[in-house]
């Protein structure tokens, strides 16, 4: 397992965070009874999607290079220098309260839309994992 952190010269326009929820299992009985029955105390599949618009396709390959180099279990870090520039310190905080458990990993590849010669918007998704090593 190793930390790709994420390229920190490469500023996100936008962020959309979705902080996952505790995994459970539902139960419904014959007569339409339901029970839920919850396992452990942490947060799972947050997903985290960073769009970078109107980059130049020189930092859209970063990006793809960057998904290229996350192998195997290799999950990427972030800090307020990489992918979370712009945020406050009290939010930066609540994205990674499950640093230490949870691992983002890339939940799809990177989309590149080309917007004109030279200039592209890249759009990347990652979902947190516990890792269960």
């Known amino acids: 397992m190793a930390i790709r952190p994420f390229p920190t010269d490469i500023i996100p326009t936008s962020r ?14 014959r007569n339409g009874a339901v029970s839920f ?6 947060f799972v ?9 109107n980059i130049n396709d020189g930092r859209a390959m970063q990006i793809l290079q960057h998904y290229a ?28 309260s499950g640093r230490e458990i949870l691992r983002w990993r890339y939940n799809d ?3 590149v839309t080309s917007v004109y010669p ?10 947190g994992f516990l890792y269960g090593a």
Request: aromatic share 12%.
């Open 16 to 29: 959309t965070y979705k902080p996952g929820k505790l995994p459970e299992t539902r139960f419904e009985a």
């Open 37 to 42: 029955v919850q396992y452990g105390q942490n």
């Open 45 to 53: 599949n947050a997903e985290l999607t960073l769009n970078f618009a």
């Open 69 to 96: 180099e996350v192998l195997g279990d290799d999950y990427v870090s972030f800090d307020g220098n990489a992918g979370f520039q712009g945020m406050n310190a009290e939010l930066i905080e609540s994205l990674q």
């Open 109 to 111: 590849a990177p989309q």
């Open 118 to 127: 030279g200039v592209s918007t890249v759009q990347v998704t990652f979902v």
